[in-house]
């Protein structure tokens, strides 16, 4: 199971930081990843982190923007989001998986219940 956190109402320009908290799984045998749904639109990457940390992926659309990062001592996922934009506003889901691309929603398994981001210009 995944729980994200993190989101809010930010002003364009400034950063929030979401967290994925997971429970009743081996975390840390999982690749994390972060998508994200703006309204009337599809699901899409945006970030993932391989299971030891070591390989991270983004979007064009958030890199060096955008940071993700994983502890898995504590079952948890970050993504770190600076100099957010306005169309950076969605619902952002976090999800485990490892089968398959990482830049593809069919190779995630477990997906957490979405946090909102709004970025207001």
């Known amino acids: 199971q995944l729980q994200a956190s993190g989101g809010g109402l930010v002003q364009a320009g400034g950063s929030l930081r979401l967290a994925c908290a997971a429970s009743?799984?081996?975390?840390?045998?999982?690749?994390m990843g972060w998508f994200r749904q703006a309204p009337g639109k599809d699901r899409v990457f945006v970030a993932a982190i391989n299971w030891r940390g070591g390989s991270t992926y983004y979007a064009d659309s958030v890199k060096d923007r955008f940071t993700i990062s994983r502890d898995n001592a504590k079952n948890t996922g970050y993504l770190q989001m600076n100099s957010l934009k306005a169309e950076d506003t969605a619902v952002y889901y976090c999800?485990?998986?490892?089968?398959?691309?990482?830049?593809?929603?069919?190779?995630?398994?477990?997906w957490g219940q979405g946090t909102q981001v709004t970025v207001s210009s």
């Open positions: 999800a485990a998986g490892g089968i398959g691309s990482v830049y593809h929603r069919s190779s995630y398994g477990s």
């Open positions: 009743g799984r081996t975390f840390s045998s999982y690749v």
